[in-house]
Nanobody, 116 residues
Framework: QVQLVESGGGLVQPGGSLRLSCVAS????????MSWYRQAPGKERELVAS????????NYADSVKGRFTISRDNTKNTLFLQMSSLKPEDTAVYYC?????????WGQGTQVTVSS
């Protein structure tokens, strides 16, 4: 069965950095594009960044361009999100996502809180 397990969230001050990880299992990781989404309290879940199978193409939401970097290690079935220059509005639960031929899968999420 498909499993996505996120980690790396926490409390950080504005301007700080965090690196999120998502370990995937139950499917051929290198065959699928992967994405990070986030959901803030009272808001809809939004796409943050996505990366193609071999990491050759990445896309970002305008709100995180230049501050966040998505990457992957296909040898370790792991997706990353390096977040820098964090702002209070980045506070949210961050989710790892894969869309397979059958359905979309989500991890349990990891909380990121940006506050002084």
């Amino acid at each position: 069965q498909v499993q996505l397990v996120e980690s790396g969230g926490g409390l950080v001050q504005p301007g700080g950095s965090l690196r999120l990880s998502c370990v995937a299992s139950g499917f051929t990781f290198s065959s699928y594009s992967m994405s990070w989404y986030r959901q803030a309290p009272g808001k809809e879940r939004e796409l943050v960044a996505s990366i193609r199978r071999a990491g050759e193409t990445t896309n970002y939401a305008d709100s995180v361009k230049g501050r966040f970097t998505i990457s992957r290690d296909n040898t370790k079935n792991t997706l990353f999100l390096q977040m820098s220059s964090l702002k209070p509005e980045d506070t949210a639960v961050y989710y790892c996502n894969v869309m397979t031929l059958v359905r979309s899968y989500w991890g349990q999420g990891t909380q990121v809180t940006v506050s002084s």
